[in-house]
């Protein structure tokens, strides 16, 4: 159980939209609390190099809005070494920090496990932040909200022309080895393929049924491809190939990180940092803080980091319809 007052944040892995109002709520609710808050700069990375600043208010004002992240983020070879993750401890014992929350994925909350189990002194607690939405544990990772949001402005945008054109457009969307982005984007966007790793699918399916359509008199085609099948230009030449119809493939990278965060994921991070914070306070160690079935709670970090992360049944259910005939 901690004893020390001082609380410090820091943003790890890949930045997203929303990490800024997390800093806002840290700062803002610790003080609260009675505790000096303090950044941690560039992640794990600043850890060991004590890049630890105060936080002011000042330093919060005006970026609820922004994308990214103000403290910067990092991934750190370095700290995968023990002697480096000592130097780390030692830089937050200097500022009498007791508390650590850790905003990245689950390889950033691997490492924290790490840190979390070579000092008796600190508090940790991870704060689930990955537009992958990737994150076993937790029905949402912040920053998933926004990143969907931008994908539907650029699908919307892409329709537009697709259909003026009477072209095929298929568009690759992030999400590491998770097609939840893939998925739901295709379905909020009403894109007619949709393919993800977690869903087998079948070409021969869809060209019967495209042909059926353009029989039909459909002449364009959107097509949303998960980045880990490595099938987005593969997928352009069958458009041209089996279909006869013009194809262009649009790789959307990282625009989909980021842009103005959206009204859901600022409050989910001032939700997603009262409960990290609260769960240090009341004792806990070590957990990360997710959101399943409309509330929040807290897991070990072996069951957050180290399982694989699925897509709700009832999101599969709609993306097994994809490809077949009525
Ligand atoms: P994410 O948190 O988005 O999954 P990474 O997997 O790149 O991103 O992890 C971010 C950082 O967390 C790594 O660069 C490394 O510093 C740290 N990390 C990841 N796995 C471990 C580990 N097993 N031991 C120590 N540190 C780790």
Not at 163 to 191: D, K, Q
Not at 198 to 226: C, M, N, T, W
């Amino acid at each position: 159980m901690s004893t020390m007052k001082n609380i410090a944040i820091l943003c790890s892995g890949g930045d997203v939209s929303g990490m800024n109002a997390a800093l806002k709520r840290f700062v803002e609710y610790s003080k609260r609390k009675g505790m000096i808050p303090y950044f941690v700069k560039e992640g794990y990375e600043g850890l060991i190099d004590d890049r630890i600043t105060e936080a002011h208010y000042a330093d919060v004002a005006g970026i609820i809005s922004r994308g990214g992240t103000i403290i910067g983020t990092s991934r750190s070879k370095r700290f995968m070494e023990a002697h480096y993750r000592a130097e780390a401890i030692g830089n937050l014992r200097k500022y009498n920090i007791g508390y650590l929350v850790v905003l990245g994925g689950d390889g950033s909350f691997r490492g924290m496990q790490k840190l979390s189990d070579e000092c008796d002194d600190i508090n940790f607690c991870g704060i689930p932040s990955t537009i992958d939405n990737d994150i076993a544990g937790t029905e949402y990772s912040l920053g998933v909200d926004t990143a969907l949001n931008v994908i539907k402005f650029s699908i919307d945008s892409i329709r537009d022309t697709a259909s003026s054109f009477g072209r095929a457009f298929v568009i690759e969307t992030m999400g590491r080895e998770c097609g939840y982005l893939a998925l739901v984007s295709a379905l909020t966007s009403g894109a007619e393929m949709c393919l993800i790793p977690e869903i087998p699918y079948d070409l021969k399916a869809y060209e019967s049924l495209f042909k059926k359509q353009q029989k039909e008199g459909r002449h364009y085609f959107i097509s949303i491809v998960s980045e880990s099948l490595h099938k987005t230009k593969e997928i352009t030449e069958w458009y041209k190939e089996t279909l006869g119809v013009e194809a262009r493939f649009m790789v959307l990278g990282h625009i989909q990180r980021g842009g103005n965060p959206t009204v859901h994921d600022r409050l989910m991070a001032f939700h997603f940092v009262t409960h990290g914070i609260d769960a240090m306070l009341a004792g806990e160690k070590s957990s990360v803080i997710c959101y399943n079935d409309g509330g929040f709670d807290r897991k070990e970090i072996a069951d957050v980091s180290f399982k694989k992360a699925t897509i709700p049944d009832d999101l599969m259910q709609l993306g097994m319809e994809y490809g077949h005939l009525e």
